[in-house]
Structures are given as structure tokens and as C-alpha cells.
């Protein structure tokens, strides 16, 4: 049986993706081959060498049959909450829980598969905005009322 050509981080309509946050949900689209497989997320490796153990940091890998046809599909791999990191996803075609080179496919092997960074919540940033504009014009008028004290002295 052919191994895959490509699998890659993604949304769940099969969109690439690369950077998620702690509370979304991670998919993985790979080609339909009807293998058996496992996949995992693992933490980001520079070089994969043949004979790495496949150390799953999600709640474990999946495995599963592929669908048989052409085309993708897309598997939800990883839920909330997500660990604040760099991953990579290798399907792991044998199933034998290391990496083997050749026949292993990993999303984006040259670099980081995706990313996990951490939330501004809107309301935090929002609030931050507003604390900074509340100095500025509390300085300025500090200024002012500094400016036009001098101005009266001065007349007198």
C-alpha cells in the first residue's frame, strides 16, 4: 500500500492552521488510504531520526482506520485545554511507536508542525488600553493645572 503524501496541522474543515490556543481544538488532514494508523502529537523535534520514540503529550494518540478513496480527511487529534508549546503530528503508519523514516509522515518536518500560544483575553486587553489612556489624560491634566498655577504666580 502507498504511503501518504502529506498530512498538515489544520481547522476543521481541512484549512491549514499553525498557531492554536490553549482552548481550541486541534485537527490533522491526511490523505485517505485506508491504512491502519496512529497519530501523535509530539513535541517539536528539529530532525526526526529513524527510531525516535513517538511520545504522544495530548490525552494519547488515536488510532484508527483511514478512510479508503481520494482526497483528505480531517481528525480531530488534540481538544481543550492545549499545552502552551511548539508540536509536530507524525502519523504513524506501522504503528509501532517510532518514528520511521520513510514510511512515517510528519506535518511540516523541516519546521515546527503548529504552534499553541497563550490567549490575550479581549477583556484584559481592553482594560489595559483604557488604564493607559486614564494616565495619559490624568498626567496631562496634572500639567495643566501645574502650567496655569505658574501663569498665576507669575502675574502676581
Given at each position: 500500500?502507498?504511503?501518504?503524501?502529506?498530512?498538515?496541522?489544520?481547522?476543521?474543515?481541512?484549512?491549514?492552521?499553525?498557531?492554536?490556543?490553549?482552548?481550541?481544538?486541534?485537527?490533522?488532514?491526511?490523505?485517505?488510504?485506508?491504512?491502519?494508523?496512529?497519530?501523535?502529537?509530539?513535541?517539536?523535534?528539529?530532525?526526526?531520526?529513524?527510531?525516535?520514540?513517538?511520545?504522544?503529550?495530548?490525552?494519547?494518540?488515536?488510532?484508527?482506520?483511514?478512510?479508503?478513496?481520494?482526497?483528505?480527511?480531517?481528525?480531530?487529534?488534540?481538544?481543550?485545554?492545549?499545552?502552551?508549546?511548539?508540536?509536530?503530528?507524525?502519523?504513524d503508519v506501522d504503528c509501532d511507536g517510532v518514528f520511521d523514516s520513510g514510511?512515517?509522515?510528519?506535518?511540516?518536518?523541516?519546521?515546527?508542525?503548529?504552534?499553541?500560544?497563550?490567549?490575550?483575553?479581549?477583556?484584559?486587553?481592553?482594560?489595559?488600553?483604557?488604564?493607559?489612556?486614564?494616565?495619559?489624560?490624568?498626567?496631562?491634566?496634572?500639567?495643566?493645572?501645574?502650567?496655569?498655577?505658574?501663569?498665576?504666580?507669575?502675574?502676581?
Amino acid at each position: 500500500m502507498p504511503s501518504p503524501a502529506n498530512i498538515w496541522s489544520s481547522d476543521s474543515f481541512g484549512n491549514p492552521k499553525d498557531e492554536f490556543m490553549p482552548g481550541d481544538t486541534v485537527y490533522v488532514t491526511v490523505p485517505k488510504t485506508g491504512q491502519d494508523v496512529r497519530l501523535y502529537v509530539v513535541v517539536d523535534k528539529a530532525v526526526w531520526n529513524n527510531g525516535d520514540p513517538l511520545i504522544d503529550v495530548s490525552d494519547g494518540y488515536e488510532s484508527l482506520k483511514l478512510e479508503t478513496g481520494t482526497g483528505t480527511q480531517t481528525i480531530q487529534i488534540w481538544a481543550p485545554p492545549l499545552m502552551i508549546g511548539s508540536y509536530d503530528i507524525v502519523m504513524d503508519v506501522d504503528c509501532d511507536g517510532v518514528f520511521d523514516s520513510g514510511k512515517d509522515q510528519v506535518d511540516s518536518m523541516l519546521i515546527t508542525g503548529f504552534f499553541v500560544v497563550p490567549e490575550v483575553p479581549f477583556g484584559t486587553l481592553t482594560i489595559l488600553i483604557l488604564m493607559l489612556i486614564s494616565m495619559a489624560i490624568h498626567r496631562l491634566y496634572s500639567e495643566f493645572k501645574s502650567s496655569k498655577k505658574r501663569l498665576q504666580l507669575a502675574e502676581l
